[in-house]
């Protein structure tokens, strides 16, 4: 059974930082291409980042994010990070990572196949 369970999540303030994770299990994670996306209240899912499969070299931002949050990931570990500094108050949004088995299609969620439960993020002004 594939279960991705994300963490991290929190309140903070404008300009704070925050780390999220992705714990992968039940998959042949280095096979997968992994993604950050996030979904307001009232608005749809939404990109974030894009890591490729196994050594991760490649990656993809929205550029709402661009130069402020870094997306990696650790194969040993089954682990996929997003590094988010100098938070917005529009950043606030459930954030979720999914799981991308082709790594084609990096910003269309409809490519991910899993998907964990997400971790709230939420940014006071």
């Known amino acids: 059974q594939v279960q991705l369970v994300e963490s991290g999540g929190g309140l903070v303030q404008a300009g704070d930082s925050l780390t999220l994770s992705c714990a992968a299990s039940?998959?042949?994670?280095?096979?997968?291409?992994m993604g950050w996306f996030r979904q307001a209240p009232g608005k749809e899912r939404e990109f974030v980042a894009h890591i490729s499969w196994s050594s991760g070299k490649t990656t993809y931002y929205a550029d709402s994010v661009k130069g402020r949050f870094t997306i990696s990931r650790d194969n040993a570990k089954k682990m996929v990070y997003l590094q988010m500094n100098n938070l917005k108050p529009e950043d606030t949004a459930v954030y979720y990572c999914?799981?991308?088995?082709?790594?084609?299609?990096?910003?269309?969620?409809?490519?991910?196949?899993?998907w964990g439960q997400g971790t709230q993020v939420t940014v006071s002004s």
């Open positions: 039940g998959l042949a994670f280095s096979g997968y291409a």
């Open positions: 999914g799981a991308n088995p082709s790594g084609v299609g990096y910003s269309d969620r409809g490519r991910y196949n899993y």
